[in-house]
């Protein structure tokens, strides 16, 4: 049975979201059930087919994939996405970490007490502009080449263009001082299969409002 | 420049844990350098050492790695720890991140508010014997073989053995229900690299203490 994978998750983005992007890139099509009661949840776990109770999960090669890093380094790695040697690897691995912190961050943003949104909101700013950007800018202008590792695309850039995106939807302007992560960001939109799925009818979730916050919280009772 | 990995780090446990473990198990010796004051930490950030301004950091091959997991999966790669394919790293990666989730907690725990403590070991011993431990009790019984993952000593192995020798720390009956970890806890004990590691001198750290914690707050302090 080769079958499509089959992502389980919420119908929005939280962890699930890099693996929808990395499935997109790599021109893989993909089936969605979604969660959309506390009900559903409990039913797959009952099932037996959440390994730690837990989503994401995927239905790939014929494996219950959970644990999104998990997932995504094995789609990586299948849709040769992940270097090309250990040292490589290495590389997309460090970067891929430094923005999922980022995207973690933005990620809780709508989840936290509103009464410290606008100082969370100013640290995701700060963090973006000070630790992660510069780190990225600098590396595609050390080396001079389209994609961040081994000169192809991989798994580092669809991640950084995925926070980029998310950092932009916190503050439009937020690439104002980063001249090479604004060229980056046009070359890999425009790469077709990241293309199409940023185009209206992907299954590229929108951003998490405060409506779908009290669906969230109420799925996995927090 | 001796060519042994190099640690940059607290005197302590903290996220560096696991890497010395995994170092330790693959029976390869490093060194270390330890953090003891703010003016220490700023120093590395202003000598532009730390990729995201954070420790743990390893400088091994040629290479200034930062990111626990990045480094982790690096040297599993590199001591062919990391499973014979793409499956059985899955695997490792699967069961490894579950692991993580638990360490986490045990991480946060010296740093929570006292009227917290009680509630938050609660947590630790609720997680542990209904959501981790159960998964690996289980997988050990189906296949019968001695080590999770392809019938061959893994990070798997490693990470659970720390995760094991940790929780019964704070909760010492914790694998009464679980005779496969009790004997998967004594096998691993006894590997050679394993068994130097838990012996008094080795670079294995204490479990975290008051005196820790103060370090910690003041060295990170911003």
Not at chain 1, 4 to 26: C, D, N, Q, V
Not at chain 1, 126 to 139: D, H, M, Q, S
Not at chain 1, 194 to 199: D, E, S, V, Y
Not at chain 2, 99 to 124: G, T
Request: aromatic content about 10%; glycine content about 6%.
């Amino acid at each position: 049975m080769a079958g499509k994978p089959k992502l389980h998750y919420t119908k929005g983005r939280g962890k699930m979201e890099s693996i929808r992007w990395l499935l997109a890139a790599a021109g893989v099509e993909f089936e969605e059930e979604f969660i959309e009661t506390k009900e559903d949840l409990e039913k797959l776990r009952s099932d037996g087919v959440l390994l730690f109770q837990q989503v994401p999960m995927v239905e790939i090669d014929g494996m219950r994939m959970v644990q999104t890093r998990a997932i995504l380094c094995y789609i990586a790695a299948k849709y040769n996405l992940y270097g090309k040697d250990l040292k490589e690897r290495a590389w997309i691995d460090m970067y891929v970490e430094g923005t999922t912190d980022l995207m973690g961050m933005i990620m809780y943003f709508p989840f936290q007490p509103a009464d410290t949104k606008e100082k969370n909101l100013a640290l995701i700013i700060e963090r973006a502009t000070t630790r992660y950007f510069p780190v990225y800018e600098k590396a595609l202008k050390d080396h001079g080449q389209d994609y961040l590792v081994g000169n192809k695309l991989s798994w580092a850039d669809i991640h950084l263009l995925e926070a980029i995106l998310m950092a932009e939807e916190c503050k439009p302007d937020i690439l104002s001082a980063f001249p090479l992560l604004q060229a980056f960001k046009g070359r890999i939109s425009n790469i077709p299969t990241i293309k199409k799925f940023l185009q209206p009818g992907s299954q590229r979730k929108p951003p998490t409002d405060e409506k779908f916050v009290a669906v969230v919280k109420k799925i996995f009772n927090i | 420049m001796s060519g042994k990995p190099r640690l940059t780090y607290l005197n302590g446990r903290g996220r560096m844990e696991s890497i010395r473990w995994l170092l330790a198990a693959a029976g390869v010796e490093f060194e270390e350098v330890f953090l003891q004051t703010k003016e220490q930490y700023d120093k590395l950030i202003k000598d532009g050492l730390l990729l995201f301004q954070q420790v743990p950091l390893v400088e091994i091959d040629g290479m200034k790695m930062v990111q626990t997991r990045a480094i982790l999966s690096y040297i599993a790669g590199k001591y062919n720890l990391y499973g014979k394919d793409l499956k059985e790293r899955a695997l490792i990666d699967m069961y490894v991140e579950g692991i993580s989730d638990l360490m986490q907690m045990i991480l946060m725990f010296p740093f929570s508010p006292p009227d917290a403590k009680e509630k938050n070991l609660d947590s630790i011993k609720e997680k542990a014997t209904n959501r981790y431990f159960p998964v690996f009790e289980k997988v050990l019984k189906q296949h019968g073989q001695d080590f999770l993952v392809g019938n061959k000593f893994s990070w798997a192995d490693v990470q659970l053995i720390e995760a094991i020798l940790a929780v019964e720390e704070k909760i010492p009956a914790v694998l009464s229900g679980f005779p496969q970890l009790q004997a998967f806890k004594t096998k691993m004990s006894n590997m050679p690299t394993i068994k130097k590691f838990l012996q008094p001198g080795s670079p294995r750290k204490p479990p975290p203490d008051d005196h820790y914690v103060e370090t910690v707050m003041k060295v990170f302090k911003r």
